[in-house]
């Protein structure tokens, strides 16, 4: 492919200083990798950081996101959008099957989306490489699709200034760059993904290159994107101001741009979320490179957010372009690097290319290891075991031939991606190959989602689904584009298969109104969702299905894995352990069944038993390093196996899920007991307190009745003990003993009231009352301690009050309490009591106020608890019974009253009580 | 010379008995109506013997006992307890606090002046 170019020479954009940046660039991110994996074997792995695993997921930009979404938007305006947003929307709401993905995969030790099927569906090994082979087929062109970009990139780059690169599509194969570059991935891919003589399904340096090259694209991305939106234009505003006053682009900023139908709109977010789950790079560092399932929390927010960011600047870039290079013929899929190539910028478009390059290769290693290891595990593995030869009971070291495999595969699938490009490469623009790639992908979707969900689903129903899909795929989307680019004959796609109208691949059965992509999900998705569940209902899941779909369908309820439940047979643990090591390495082989004899608190692992949990422990090794299916396949063929029938493995089965239930069952038994436990601590607390507060009660009401009794005792003792008692004396205590007695007799009734109002057993004789008279009648009764201790009481008593209901006596009792309270602490001579009834807001009120020493502060409630006067309980002496206040609220909260103290100290003391007038009133007017 | 006997109680009818009862037995009688007085005229009277309430206002009965029992002055001055809190805790509180004896209300008359010998025998 020759560059041609006129003009001077520049001193940057040369194929020396080109090669070379990229040389450097490989090369930094091969001595990354290398680090990552040192960090790896030494156990401070670098990779177990929640931020470069959601980075490593931005694997999913490659130069389709690089380059295509500009040329994209170039065409449709902001439809380049769906395929960010069905990966954003999977991302923020589908969290929980990610989650579950992970777990089962690790779980059972999965190492791709093949071997996560063939698993599912009882370790089938037919699935695993029906899924292999549409896998690779499906991926192909979009391998095909970032050679193409890093070849017309590197073609334009050295044609500078030259905007165009001249491409002859029939030069020899020797001679086009395409192909030394799909070499050169080739070989970059096995030093990364197959260095190590250890076949494990992890590669912690490689996830670490990918994080990088995520951060180099997006800087170089970002870094055109400033270019041009701050550098030729004036910000984003002006960018799209000047693009809105262009008729042709003015469309392109409407979100309706560029005639793409709400169909088209809701197919490609389907399509890009499915890819996001599915396809097999995106497998393999979101699930099989996962270190911790808590670094899931901040991909789902922080991968997003990636995608927002890469296409921050797609349109300022699509619209720069269009404007800059109209009428020049300039491909849009290369205005990314032609932009700053015009500008004469040219250490920003050496940037740009090593921004692309980083795009196509993080891609290219992931997406290749991750199919060289299906192409190995899944495909080629089964084979060669069904040939006999390898299947005996050889003695050598399988692992190289394990790795010889998958560097064959790496260099077999670039060189189909080249193929491809050969083929079809020039009939589509970016997007459009990548696209044909996602459909492929999107038929996995049925086997995968079905599996996790759905018990039912059988590897018949599996591989039918698969079939009808990936058939439906074939036709309506991968030999159109053989036949676009003249490989096959244009009629099959304007004419159908034989001339046959309804057979067109672009309207099969004659659905039109679609574009093609969203015809071939349509179909290809009916057919294969149709397929899977036709097939599956017919016939009930065999032992090993059953077994399989319990441990992905409840993989996030398992703790524990049934596995080993579910195998009976004999063994032999040597041969078990050299079986290992055919395929680990005996070294490895070796420190692995140690491990597990020291966590069976063996000594020596000669001394290990072969029983079912070492089988499973085997199968379980072998299955990370060749696939579950193979080693399954690898453990039957050194043990001697019973197989279990249908129904054992249900009891098995039902056995574990009734443990599950019954544990289930005794958690929340055991958390009633834990807060019935807490709801009795609490009703015994509030015993305790009962008791406490009776306990006092008691001791109150003893040291209340002891004290009268005291001085009645004594005197009576002294009158009968001394006869010649002075008869002064002799009447003087007479009298004590008679007053002590009546305190007494007070004492014992006010607690009988208290007791009978607050049980709920005291007589109320309910009637209409005049509170103004019941004051009156208050004030005649008390009159007499007025005048003993010289106290004068003054009535102020508002006239034409309604009556209100309520018991007289119980009332009277309220009001006669409060004046012998005033009388009692009014000063003697100098004392005043002064009575109010008035009417306030909807209630009538009474308030008896005196000039005594009043009340302090802290003892206003106090005072109304039972036996409380003002002052320390220990040192106050009470001087009535203690009884008065409480018993006279008692009564007034019956009536829905309130009675409160509002003193001053020093100031005297107003007790003020108040009953509701509402429904009294309602009745007086009726 | 007659011992001297204070009376410490906030119960006047009390205080008129158990006045009439100590001094009928010759002792010289000093009268206080909360703890304040009591310690004041324990002072000032120090008497041979208090009879001392527990709940009177301003200063409880034990705080009056440890005060006097912390001063050495008084050591001589025993104190005998009276009230109407029988707890055998109180009781245990009274005695540990350094009273000389204690008797629960009401009591017996003869009791007391028993009692009362006995600590000033």
């Known amino acids: 492919m020759a560059a041609s170019g006129a003009g001077e020479a520049s001193p940057v954009l040369q194929s020396p200083i080109v090669i070379g940046a990229s040389a450097v660039y490989l090369a930094l991110l091969f001595a990354v990798a290398y680090w990552g994996d040192k960090r790896a074997d030494e156990g401070r792995s670098v990779i177990a950081n929640p931020t470069i695993y959601a980075l490593s997921m931005a ?4 130069t389709w996101t690089y380059y295509g979404s500009v040329g994209r938007a170039a065409v449709t305006g902001v439809g380049f959008l769906p395929i960010y947003l069905g990966p954003t929307l999977v991302m923020a709401l589908g969290g929980f099957l990610l989650l579950k993905m992970i777990r089962t995969a690790k779980a059972n030790r999965i190492t791709s989306i093949a071997d996560f099927i063939a698993s599912r569906y009882g370790k089938s090994q037919l699935l695993g490489g029906l899924v292999t082979v549409i896998a690779v087929i499906g991926i192909v062109p979009y391998i095909a699709l970032q050679l193409k970009a890093v070849a017309s990139s590197y073609d334009l780059i050295v044609g500078y200034p030259a905007l165009k690169a001249v491409v002859e599509s029939n030069e020899p194969v020797l001679a086009d760059t395409t192909f030394w570059i799909a070499l050169i991935l080739a070989a970059f891919t096995i030093l990364f993904g197959t260095r190590h003589l250890d076949a494990t399904e992890r ?16 800087l170089a991305f970002g870094a055109v994107g400033l270019f041009v939106t701050y550098g030729l234009y004036d910000g ?12 042709r682009l003015a469309k392109l900023t409407a979100v309706a741009a560029g005639n793409r139908s709400y169909a088209t709109w809701f197919s490609l977010t389907f399509l890009a979320g499915l890819a996001i789950l599915f396809l097999p790079r995106q497998f393999q560092v979101t699930v099989v490179e996962n270190v911790s399932e808590a670094h899931l929390k901040r991909a789902i927010w922080l991968f997003p957010l990636y995608l927002l960011l890469i296409n921050l600047f797609v349109l300022p870039i699509a619209l720069g372009g269009l404007m800059r290079f109209a009428g020049q013929g300039v491909d849009a899929d290369t205005f990314v690097l032609t932009l700053p190539m015009a500008a004469q910028q040219e250490w920003l478009a050496l940037l740009v290319f090593v921004g692309g390059l980083s795009a196509a290769t993080g891609m290219v290693i992931v997406e290749t290891i991750a199919l060289s290891t299906m192409v190995c595990n899944d495909l080629v593995m089964p084979l060669l075991l069904r040939a006999r030869a390898l299947a005996l009971h050889a003695e050598h070291d399988l692992s190289g031939l394990l790795l010889r495999i998958r560097r064959g595969a790496i260099v077999v699938i670039l060189l189909l991606g080249y193929l491809y490009f050969r083929l079809a490469g020039d009939a589509y623009a970016l997007v459009g190959i990548g696209l044909i790639s996602f459909s492929a992908v999107a038929q996995f979707a049925p086997a995968m989602i079905g599996g996790m969900y759905w018990r039912g689903g059988t590897r018949d129903g599996a591989l039918a689904g698969l079939l009808a899909g990936f058939a439906v795929w074939a036709y309506t989307l991968l030999l159109p584009s053989f036949s676009k680019s003249g490989w096959m004959p244009a009629s099959f796609v304007s004419d159908g298969l034989f001339g046959i109208e309804l057979l067109k691949p672009h309207q099969l059965f004659g ?23 036709a097939v599956s209902l017919m016939r009930a899941p065999t032992a090993a299905e059953a077994s399989q779909a319990t441990q992905f369908v409840d993989a996030l309820k398992t703790t524990r894995p049934v596995g080993s439940a579910l195998w009976r047979g004999s063994a032999d643990a040597a041969e078990l352990i050299a079986l290992v090591g055919r395929f680990l390495g005996p070294a490895r082989a070796q420190t692995a069944f140690a491990a597990y004899a020291r966590r069976h608190d063996i000594a020596d692992v000669a001394n290990l038993e072969a029983d079912a949990d070492l089988v499973h422990y085997a199968e379980s090794l072998l299955a990370g390093a060749i696939g579950s299916a193979s080693a399954r396949a690898m453990v039957a063929s050194v043990a001697k196996e019973e197989p279990l029938s249908l129904g054992e493995v249900m009891n098995i089965l039902d056995e574990a899920s009734q443990l599950r239930s019954y544990s289930r069952e005794l958690e929340r038994k055991s958390r009633q007991l834990e807060d019935a436990t807490g709801e009795l601590k609490a009703a015994n607390e509030r015993l305790r307190e009962l008791d406490r507060l009776k306990d006092d009660f008691m001791a109150s009401v003893s040291h209340e009745l002891r004290t009268p009794l005291t001085s009645i005792r004594a005197f009576s003792e002294i009158l009968r003990d001394d006869p010649k008692t002075a008869l002064q004396d002799r009447e003087r205590f007479l009298s004590i003993i008679v007053s002590e007695t009546e305190r007494l007799t007070r004492l014992v009734n006010q607690i009988l009231d208290m007791a009978k109002i607050e049980s709920g057993n005291a007589e109320w004789l309910v009637e209409e009352v005049d509170l103004g008279g019941i004051v009156e009648q208050s004030a005649a009764a008390t009159s007499q301690l007025f005048r003993d201790k010289n106290v004068a009481l003054e009535l102020d008593l508002a006239g034409g009050l309604p009556l209100l209901r309520g018991d007289r006596d119980r009332l009277m009792q309220v009001v006669i309490n409060l004046l012998s309270n005033a009388v009692k602490f009014a000063p003697a001579g100098a004392g005043k009591v002064h009575v109010r009834l008035f009417r306030a807001q909807g209630e009538l009120r009474v308030s008896v106020s005196d000039n005594g020493p009043g009340i302090r502060r802290e003892d206003q409630e106090v005072i109304f608890d039972r036996f409380r006067q003002g002052g320390d309980s220990m040192t106050s002496k009470p001087t009535g019974t203690g009884l008065g206040l409480p018993i006279s609220r008692k009564i007034v909260e019956y009536f829905s009253g309130r009675l409160w103290v509002e003193s001053e100290p020093g100031q005297g003391a107003s007790f003020i009580f108040s009953l509701p007038l509402q429904n009294n009133e309602g009745e007086d007017n009726a | 010379m007659s011992k001297k006997v204070l009376i410490a109680d906030d119960e006047q009818n009390i205080v008129i008995s158990v006045e009439f009862l100590m001094r009928r037995e010759g002792f010289e009688v000093s009268v206080a109506h909360d703890g304040e007085a009591a310690l004041e005229r324990i002072r000032a009277d120090k008497p041979d013997l208090v009879l001392l309430d527990v709940m ?21 001055t025993r104190i005998l307890m009276l009230t109407a809190r029988g707890r055998d805790t109180e009781v245990a509180k009274g005695l540990a606090l350094g009273a000389d004896g204690y008797m629960t209300k009401p009591f017996s008359t003869k009791d007391l002046v028993d009692k009362v010998r006995e600590l000033l025998g």
């Open chain 1, 203 to 218: 590669h912690e340096g490689m996830v670490a290159a990918v994080a990088l090259e995520s951060v180099v694209k997006l």
């Open chain 1, 236 to 247: 984003f505003g002006d960018v799209f101001a000047r693009a809105l006053a262009d008729e």
């Open chain 1, 511 to 533: 659905l039109t109104g679609l574009d093609d992509i969203s015809h071939c999900l349509f179909w290809s998705l009916a057919a294969n969702v149709g397929a899977y569940i």
């Open chain 1, 59 to 62: 694997v999913y930009c490659t």
């Open chain 2, 56 to 76: 009177m206002p301003k200063k409880n009965g034990f705080d009056v006992c440890q005060e006097v029992r912390a001063d050495p002055a008084y050591a001589g």
